[in-house]
């Protein structure tokens, strides 16, 4: 094995300086000259069309050089015309030395922390001057007194790193989607093969994303804004409201687009709105309308955004939701929430409003007591009549009274309460509304919010907000169009020869058919009683259904002559589709052709055509291109489609690089340079909003929802042994209690506490040991002495 010695290694660690050093004889200074090729370096009389052309110029020789320039003074002559411009090393120059006076507490005049300089006096200059229309280098200066950075950390230098357009488009397409800069510098690099490709480090990434931030400032709701109304303007159908307060303050905004309205004219029978909280930094509550499609899925007809959870901010918003949308829907599932409620009744007057069931009796323990609900029947007994759909309403009336004596709730005026608006939350009493079924609970609103809430940021301003909002309703469009492909394209296993099964696998959609087909297969576990004519020439059949708990068979009606069909169960009029018990007279019967007038166009798999759920926003898009940007995503398109398809010749490959790379040396040679624009412009150009305004709407401050937290709220007992069961006790070191620290102590502090004790202990051991009439006049003594003693040991 050949032996290197420490010589051959400190060899191999040598630095290699970049450039031509050069050292002056009589000073023995060093100099370094750049190592380029002639035709790269500017000489003076060197001739340029405009002062860009010049620093580009200048710029590409420094890179070619392994230096960072900078941009340094300008003349200007009598007539206001810059004559002179000079281009600097940024090496140039000293740092500029602060005084600093440690005894004065101004802040100005402290260091805050220690800072370094590069700036070491290098002389190396490029000046350029005008004449004749034309720019010419007028002095140029190649010594530096610094050697070059090398060719590997080229990319630290600061002229080497820039933000170009793609890693802006890369920054703004992924804070669409909730992810932040640091994030998208990690996907760029992973992409691009490391932290040099990039061009730009991950404090650019972040420096830009906060310089956006910062430029929409007090502006936010006015952009917000002018970015649904330019909507409104250029795409069709499209609703936008919006109110505000004497302050011109930002109280509320209501949008909803043309496909929400398509979906709302469909599935709008029921529908659940809720108010979320935490969506942007202003705390404006976030209110989503859904409903559920033809896949049994949350769809979202419109939202809006609120500043104030009153009774006047709703009646505004189901004003807008009227207007936008023109008809009511049937059934509106809210929570009980007061000021809905009354918006509701004053604006939806055709519709039934219902109450979650779960908010209600999640309130059971607290309201009635944790020992009744867990140690007796109550708890199930309420639950056995609350939550089926079996029932009477007299028959739930007469039960509800039975457990309230049973169990001795008399005077509970919570139960009193909620017994009395039974009629707004008991399925018993919505048997006869069509549909009421889908929606018991707001939990469709709770999966809305929580989809909305993975792609929101409690920071985000509200042009974040509403590129989030757009990227999740982008999001939801395509898992509906995915479950309409799967439905138009997949076979549902059959489990029966039965010419109703195999029908309807082709009328409804996916989802639908297997609640049907379970329904279907449920068939074997009934029985027909007895069946005999009535009148109007219907029949009658007692099915006995041996998966209920009651011994009650159901009847179902039915006349052949026109297909009229109804069950005591009401599941179609619930949900829209036919029970077992139908199912079982159908098969008696047999019937082969699936009764249309049963069948709802909510279900139907070709309810909403294949080309009605596609995005309009590219028209909204293409109508605000100013700028190129469609022109360069379609660019961007072509090479990637060019690249996947030459991914495995490698001959075309080379061919389309060395095409690609003379196409960049064109585009060097391009004397067309535009002027950069100012950065209110170009970040409102992202955006699609200017700032003009000169009486802008103001961001919505000081507003408090009912969600912002209240730590002021009067706890229960339940919830008080919840949250110390969940964490450590805290303990005083003074007086060793629970519950509190020795700083927030009410005793006096005591030092030696378990010295103190002892001594204390041995004192009152000493009065015991006194003996007849000795010991009482110790024993009176005894407190004196400890506190002597306690205060000769807090001395100590």
């Known amino acids: 094995m050949e032996n290197l010695s420490d010589n051959s290694f400190e060899d191999a660690y040598v630095h290699k300086v970049v450039g031509i050093e050069v050292t002056s004889p009589n000073s023995s200074t060093k100099h370094y000259i750049p190592d380029v090729p002639e035709k790269c370096k500017p000489y003076e009389g060197t001739l340029f069309g405009s002062l860009e052309h010049a620093f580009n110029y200048y710029q590409n020789y420094a890179r070619l050089s392994s230096f960072s320039v ?56 490029l000046c350029v001057g005008f004449e004749f229309n034309m720019w010419y280098v007028k ?75 910062s430029s929409i400032g007090e502006y936010d709701a006015q952009m917000a804004v002018d970015h649904l109304m330019r909507k409104k303007e250029y795409m069709p159908n499209f609703s936008c409201e919006y109110i505000t307060d004497d302050q011109n303050c930002l109280r509320g905004l209501f949008w909803a687009d043309e496909l929400g309205k398509k979906n709302y004219h469909i599935f709008g029978d029921v529908m659940s709105f809720d108010a979320t909280y935490r969506s942007n930094k202003y705390s404006m509550v976030f209110v989503p309308f859904t409903g559920i499609d033809n896949h049994c899925s949350n769809v979202t007809f419109g939202a809006a955004l609120l500043g104030s959870e009153t009774t006047e901010s709703y009646v505004w918003l189901l004003k807008c939701f009227l207007k936008a949308f023109i008809k009511q829907p049937q059934v509106v599932v809210t929570d009980q929430d007061p000021a809905m409620t009354k918006a509701i009744d004053l604006v939806f007057k055709e519709s039934r409003h219902r109450f979650c069931m779960w908010h209600i009796m999640n309130k059971l323990s607290i309201k009635v007591g944790v020992r009744l609900c867990n140690c007796t029947d109550f708890k199930k007994d309420i639950c056995n009549i609350v939550w089926t759909d079996a029932i009477s309403p007299e028959e739930f009336d007469a039960r509800w009274k039975e457990i309230i004596v049973v169990h001795k709730l008399e005077d509970n005026n919570w139960l009193h309460d909620i017994f009395g608006k039974r009629e707004s939350w008991i ?129 179902v009606m039915f006349r052949q002559s026109d297909m009229t069909i109804y069950c005591e169960c009401r599941r179609f009029e619930s949900f829209g589709l036919f029970c077992r018990h139908i199912f079982y007279v159908l098969r008696q019967m047999d019937i082969r052709e699936f009764p249309k007038k049963y069948v709802l166009r909510r279900w139907r798999r070709d309810v909403v055509p294949n080309s009605s759920n596609r995005n309009d926003d590219t028209i909204y898009v293409q109508a605000l291109d100013d700028g190129g940007r469609v022109l360069m995503r379609d660019i961007m398109y072509a090479n990637e489609y060019i690249l996947n398809k030459l991914s495995g010749n490698m001959a075309e490959l080379s061919l389309y690089k060395e ?132 205060s000769r040991v807090n001395k100590q």
């Open 70 to 125: 900078r941009k340094s003074t300008v003349k200007y002559d009598r007539f206001g015309v810059s004559t002179q411009k000079q281009y600097l090393c940024s090496q140039e120059g000293f740092n500029k030395k602060k005084k600093v006076d440690t005894l004065n507490d101004t802040a100005k005049q402290k260091a805050s922390r220690i800072s370094v300089s590069k700036r070491i006096g290098c002389k190396a200059e």
């Open 139 to 213: 002095k140029f200066v190649e010594e530096h007194n610094h050697p070059f950075v090398d060719e590997e950390d080229m990319h630290f230098l600061v002229s080497s790193r820039k933000l170009t357009h793609l890693h802006k488009h890369i920054i703004n397409s992924m804070s669409r989607m909730n992810v932040g800069p640091v994030r998208a510098f990690n996907m760029m690099r992973e992409i691009l093969g490391g932290f040099e490709e990039v061009g730009a480090t991950r404090e650019d990434f972040k420096n830009y994303r906060k310089k956006h931030n």
């Open 427 to 555: 399925p018993a009493y919505y048997k006869d509304e069509l549909l009421s079924g889908l929606m018991r609970t707001t939990s469709r609103s709770e999966s809305e919010n929580h989809f909305f809430g993975q792609l929101c940021n409690p920071r985000s301003t509200l042009v974040e907000f509403l590129s989030h909002y757009e990227t999740a309703m982008e999001s939801q469009r395509h898992t509906h169009r995915k479950n309409d492909h799967d439905t138009r394209f997949t076979n549902p296993e059959l489990k029966s020869l039965w010419w109703l099964e195999a029908e309807a696998a082709k009328i409804f959609t996916r989802t639908t058919f297997l609640d049907i087909q379970q329904e279907m297969d449920m068939m074997r576990k009934l029985m027909c009683q007895t069946y005999y004519p009535v009148e109007d020439d219907f029949m009658k059949y007692h099915i006995k259904d041996w998966t209920q708990m009651t011994s009650k068979p159901f009847e």
């Open 659 to 790: 095409h690609v790379q003379s196409y960049m040396q064109k585009a060097d040679n391009v004397d067309f340079v535009p002027p950069p624009p100012a950065k209110r412009d170009r970040f409102g150009e992202l955006t699609g909003t200017s700032q003009n305004d000169r009486l802008p709407i103001r961001v919505p401050l000081g507003y408090k929802t009912k969600g912002s937290g209240s730590h002021k709220r009067i706890k229960s007992k339940q919830e008080e042994a919840i949250i110390k069961a969940g964490r450590k006790q805290k303990q005083c070191q003074n007086c060793l209690e629970f519950g509190h620290y020795s700083t927030t102590c009410p005793e006096p502090p005591q030092r030696n506490k378990g010295v103190e004790t002892a001594n204390e202990a041995s004192v009152l051991s000493k009065t015991k040991k006194g003996k007849g009439a000795e010991a009482h006049p110790q024993s009176n003594t005894g407190g004196s002495s400890t506190r002597v003693l306690r």
